[in-house]
């Protein structure tokens, strides 16, 4: 009898989770193996039926394509300067938000709200300000006695142009490091005063040590949340000016949306797959010597 | 040492206030421009105020360039309302399996949800759109990405199910409930500011969502706000005075969202990042 109703239940159960699974297997798993498969492939313009072409398209991208190397090297930029912006920037206004203030959930709505708009409207709001002659942001270096700027019209500035709108876009690092400031034991903090630890110490000993696992987290997510920037791309710049902005997810979508090759872009698209698990297996095996697990022994 | 405290918490307050007014520039910078006549928004150096104030960069971009924003509206919530009642559905019908019952793989398939919440996007668009080919130019793509449930969406709904005490269930199967009916009259209800998080998040998603409506749609009229307002840029790239009323336009629904429902907001990322 009870294993009857075990077996109910386990119905029950699988009943329950078709719709996701589903999901999963459509959504997800099958296309991440299909893209390895169909960057075996040539499929798409020039070739109406896919045919099987080895290592070729792989060959092509690290040797003859003009844009990869460009579109790796200021992805990879992009991803450094704004995850390590944010990172800073979160952690700091996180860090005063912490204190008893008055409109602290005022306050905190303000920084969040930049992460919740839609982004298209935002990157076009934020190129109003960079624009070249009657910019907002080219008004204030005239106040400064500046030369004005062409910002993300300019090779060299276009990607630290986008990092600080990234940055600006971490509201969520910062909700999340302020409820890991709260979650810090009180005690730890009191029984270091006690010895005479000055605020700074405070920080470095007790308040680093013990947020290093949402430090750890963050860093993962808005990794790989940057490595994907996409939107200005297609939004602004359309990958320049030249390849500055050639992002590799641009380079993706350009190759199978725009020129229609399929097998090609699904090749940049595992390259991309690749380079991201290869940051995140670093940020793993790192993460063994400075986060802290509590009850860890450490 | 009192008032050490007193002047360092009154500095940081000055601070902070300073920052979240530099915070809201782009924002504040997009209503104010939007509000100032063509000649004036290409003036330098710029008017703060809005000299000659003016709506009609709002009544001209409502229906300008072949686009209509009434219909876009429209487009955006066909899509929306339904992804994400059917998301959150699914999504919670799962997190109540792997919460509550117990069957042989159930870490297995857990684990398996678990690992694709880290899965770019971006990698997995050309398998989707050659699966969902048949469905080009209709809403089905966009909404069929987040109907079946997302991953993220099943994750944050276990978690929190697995805090509700579980003697309900046995009070309930007592009482002859069956799972389904446990699901739907105990732990639904008991989960509703979880639920209106969530649904927070997967409506703000799926209303953002630029890349899947760029990829998927094609004609003007199946057009939803975030591709109409791409394309707005394409037509009017320096028409800055009707671009900015175009995007603030685009904004109204989710900042009105986060106005009413600004604890859900903030509550979804908390619970992402502490129980990630």
Redesign the interface.
Known sequence: MPNKR?RK??T???L??I??????I???????L??FA?SFFNWGSGAPDPKFIGLDNYVRLFTTDPYFLDSLRVTVVFAVLTVIGSMIYSLF?AM??N????ARGF????????????????Y???S??Y?A??G?F??FL?LLGAEKMKFIADGRLVVPSLALIGV?LSG?LI???L??LQ?VPRVYHEAALIDGANSFQRFRHVTIPCMTP?IF??L??AL?NN??I??PA??LTNGGPGNESRFI?YL??QS??INNH?GY??SV?TV??VI?AIF?VILFLTSRNWVFYEGDGK | MVRKNRLA?AL??A???A??LV?????V??IL?SLKPQSE??????SLLPRQFTLRNYTAAWNAGGLNFARMFMNSMIVAVPATSLCI???S??A??FAR????G?DF?FM??VS?I??????????????MRPFIDTFVPLI??V?????FV?FLFRQFFMTIPRELDDAALVDGY???RI?WSIIMPLSKPVVATLVVFVF?QV??D??YP??FINSKSNFT??LG??SF?GIYATR?DL??AA??F??VP??AL?VAA?RY??EG??M???K?
């Open positions: 075990k239940e386990a029950a159960a699988y329950c989770l719709p996701s699974i589903i999901g999963l459509f959504i997800t798993y099958l296309p991440l299909s893209v169909l206004i005063l938000l204190r008893k203030i008055p306050l905190r709505a303000v920084f969040y709200l930049p992460y919740v708009l839609p982004s298209m409207a935002v076009i709001g934020w109003w300000l624009e002659n009657f907002l080219n008004y005239s600006w969520n909700v999340i490091f409820a890991g979650n949402i987290y963050n993962l997510m790989i490595m994907q996409v939107t297609l939004a997810t993706m979508y199978a949306f399929l872009g699904s698209s991309f797959f991201i995140t | 918490t940081t307050y601070f902070l206030c920052a979240a915070d809201i520039i782009p924002f910078w997009m421009s928004i290409f003036s330098f150096p710029p559905l699914s999504s019908l799962a109540f399996a019952i117990r069957f042989s159930r398939l398996c949800f694709a880290m899965m770019p996007t971006m990698m997995v668009m050309i398998p989707t759109f050659l699966l069929a990405r109907m079946f449930g997302l991953p099943v069956s799972k389904l699901w703000q209303y953002n630029f890349l760029l990829i706000v975030q307002l791409a840029r800055y671009l900015m995007s603030v685009t904004l989710i900042l986060f600004q907001f903030v990322v908390v992402t990042g502490l990630g």
